[in-house]
């Protein structure tokens, strides 16, 4: 059992001062706000929010970040030359080396006070396209990696293992698409059940499923995705809309969006998750509130690709519920991720107040972690996970601004965390950060031997 007397923190009823909670089995076995000092409890300067929940990630795309901008590209390029590039770190690493990267990226998430994360995985083989063998780690090494790595950083994982077959709408997978590529969708069920049998019953990993998009997979495997998630009880995510020639493809294809053709077979529900979702109709928007799916945003990655400014006001009020993510790792904040999606609601519209900082803190924490399928996480509250994230609040961005949800949520950014609890257990204190940076550049150059060099 131990102690904590926060200075201030953020409860589901409102901030609150001298909040004393005590932790018990990695859970909150009381949360007493106005709290005298008790013996033996750790006193917490600063604000105190729950653990923040990062919805999407591919990992793999930190070794990217600051290296799709460089002068041999003239800055120019498309969310498809980007991918051309993403494709070439794809290629090169080894279940060792994305250890490492995957490892370095989390502890980079848990500096930010991100305490789970949904991992968007998909590469399961070779770069040639055959398993691993058992002497390599067996068919699901890469996945386990990501298991391992999260573990060592001190993080949650939902492991959204990915169903990935078709290179577009009747195209076969080509060069490195090969090693995500199971052959169909049962081969896909049969590696994720063994998968989830090499996982085990552990209460910091959940084995979730992701249909990569839906022109990865034939129309005629996405149920097998969708009911193996069913039997489960687990998430699915996709992504979904990030770009009109997706839509184009899909119309042309199928005769139906993206949102119709999902729903068609299966794949929305309250459990779902609808990546991006940038690109929709208004039929689109109504299909997925009606189905109570979370939509995550992605701000910092939609920007850097150009993708476009979701909409995010609309899906709220058909019904959908909003969630974040880091996607690429251009920014690894999930912050400046909340923030985005109503600053960048103002740009479009023109106007300012379309989200509260409740309402987006919210997103950032439990219904992020619902998401993922961590209902038990998000709030400081008696019998949730003991997820705590404390936030400087005198640092040169969050002095004067109230130590409040606005402090939070439109003055601090991921710099500003000074500790990250666990499930009860410290994972990063400010002084861990410089350490941090040397470990994030050995992991990448040991991806991309030549820094300079523009990976594609």
């Known amino acids: 059992m131990t102690a904590h007397l926060l200075q201030r923190a953020v409860l589901p009823d ?25 013996r033996r409890a750790l006193e917490v300067p600063g604000l105190t929010i729950p ?25 120019e390029g498309s969310f498809w030359t980007w991918r051309e590039q993403m494709y070439g770190v ?13 490892r370095a990226t989390y502890r980079e998430m848990a500096a930010a006070g991100i305490t789970a994360v949904g991992e968007f995985h998909y590469l399961h083989h070779r770069p040639d396209g055959t398993p691993y063998d058992d002497e390599d780690g067996g ?35 080509s060069g490195p698409q090969v090693r995500y590529d199971d052959g169909s969708a049962a081969a896909w069920r049969r590696r994720v059940d063994a998968l989830e049998a090499a996982v085990g019953d552990r209460d910091d990993v959940v084995v979730g499923a992701a249909v990569h998009s839906v022109r990865a997979v034939p129309a005629a495997e996405m149920g097998e995705v969708a009911a193996w998630a069913a039997e489960h009880h687990r998430p699915l995510h996709l992504h979904l809309s990030e770009q009109p020639a997706e ?30 979702a940038t690109h929709l109709t208004d039929d689109d928007v109504a299909t997925l509130g009606a189905a109570r799916a979370h939509a995550c945003f992605c701000p910092t990655t939609e920007r850097d690709l150009a993708d476009g400014v979701g909409p995010s006001v609309p899906l709220r009020e058909a019904g959908a519920r909003l969630t974040l993510g880091s996607d690429s790792h251009a920014v690894i904040d999930l912050l ?4 985005a999606v109503e600053l960048d609601e103002r ?22 972690h619902a998401s993922l399928g961590f209902g038990d996480a998000g709030r400081i509250e008696v019998g949730a996970r003991a997820d705590l994230v404390t936030l400087d609040d005198a640092s040169v961005r ?59």
């Open 14 to 38: 409102g901030v609150a001062d001298d909040v004393l909670v005590v932790v018990e089995d990695g859970r909150f076995a009381e949360v007493v706000p106005g709290a005298d000092r008790p």
């Open 51 to 75: 653990g923040l929940a990062n919805a999407h990630s591919h990992a793999f795309h930190r070794a990217l970040r600051g290296r799709t901008h460089a002068a041999s590209t003239g800055g």
């Open 90 to 102: 794809a290629a090169r690493l080894t279940p060792e080396t994305y250890l490492v990267l995957a």
């Open 139 to 173: 068919p699901n090494a890469m996945g386990l990696a990501l298991v391992e790595a999260a573990r060592q950083a001190g993080v949650r994982l939902t492991l959204l293992d990915t169903c990935y077959l078709a290179g577009g709408f009747g195209e076969p997978v």
């Open 247 to 276: 839509n184009d493809a899909c119309l042309a294809a199928t005769g139906l969006t993206p949102t119709g053709l999902a729903a068609r077979e299966g794949l929305l529900g309250e459990r779902t998750s609808v990546v991006h």
């Open 336 to 339: 400046e991720e909340a923030r």
């Open 347 to 368: 740009l479009v519209s023109g106007r300012r107040g379309h989200w509260s900082a409740a309402d987006l803190l919210a997103a950032a924490t439990a219904d992020g």
């Open 398 to 456: 969050t002095a004067g601004t109230g130590a409040d949800l606005g402090t939070a949520v439109f003055a601090a950014a991921a710099e500003d965390v000074l500790r990250t609890v666990v499930d009860g257990r410290v994972v990063f204190r400010r002084a861990d950060r410089s350490a941090l940076g040397r470990e994030l550049a050995a992991a990448i150059s040991a991806v991309i031997s030549d820094v300079s060099e523009d990976p594609r």
